[in-house]
């Protein structure tokens, strides 16, 4: 019932809205990566820990470009296109075939926070799923204490769906997590139509 696209389900093209690039991330983003990695609190809220060298950036383009290789959930880097600095990534977290269903996760750098680009760039992220991936269902989740994420889900369509208490154990603590998703005929519903100024 389910069919991959033929070019591979995570062929990651490049993606664009009004102020980013979303692309597939490469060895030379590295030090980029390095530079909003290593802020503890852009690290605070999620489930890696914020890099002490730029070794730890490197393995994790290296970990991407394997995972574009072999077609398994990954992420675009985000570049700022003001600046041509990539500035965050977004992506598919999770993958589960057999329900049609993505996980998203993302981070940026804290230059950018609250200036409404990861709102771009998922609502974008959205709209592609949707358009080009035959899924059925994308989910996020985010802290209780990281309410600037719940947000983003939010503006973007997604709705809560409630809270999961104490289901990750992160930084030497187990925290309640909040549970987004948007279905595709909540997309077709009430977004598509609107989708024109983020693209
Ligand atoms: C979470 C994150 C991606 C948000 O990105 P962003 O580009 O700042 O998001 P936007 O500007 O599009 O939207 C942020 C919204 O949160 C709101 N917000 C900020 N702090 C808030 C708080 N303490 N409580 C409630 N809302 C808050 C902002 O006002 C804005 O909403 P608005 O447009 O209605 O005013 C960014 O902060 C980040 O990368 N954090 C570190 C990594 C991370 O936590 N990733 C998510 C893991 S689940």
Not at 34 to 47: G, T, W
Not at 71 to 96: F, R
Not at 147 to 175: A, D, H, I, T, W
Request: aromatic share 12%; net charge neutral.
């Amino acid at each position: 019932m389910f069919t991959p696209n033929a070019w591979g389900m995570f062929s990651m093209p490049t993606l664009e809205t009004k102020r980013l690039i979303l692309r597939r991330i490469t060895m030379r983003d590295a030090k980029d990566i390095f530079a909003y990695s290593r802020d503890e609190e852009v690290a605070r809220h999620v489930l890696w820990s914020a890099q002490k060298d730029i070794s730890e950036a490197k393995e994790y383009c290296r970990f991407m470009m394997r995972r574009y290789r072999y077609d398994q959930p990954s992420s675009w880097g985000i570049i700022e296109k003001a600046s041509n600095q990539l500035v965050g990534t977004i992506g598919y977290m999770d993958y589960n075939e057999d329900n049609a269903t993505v996980e998203v996760g993302y981070s940026l750098t804290r230059r950018l926070w609250n200036g409404g680009y990861m709102t771009e760039a998922l609502a974008r992220v959205i709209a592609y799923t949707f358009e080009a991936m035959d899924i059925n269902r994308i989910e996020a989740q985010h802290e209780l204490e990281n309410p600037s994420s719940g947000r983003v889900m939010q503006k973007c369509g997604m709705r809560k769906e409630g809270v999961m208490r104490q289901r990750l154990y992160n930084k030497g603590r187990y925290v309640d997590v909040a549970m987004y998703s948007i279905l595709k005929e909540d997309y077709e519903r009430e977004i598509r139509d609107d989708q024109t100024d983020c693209r």
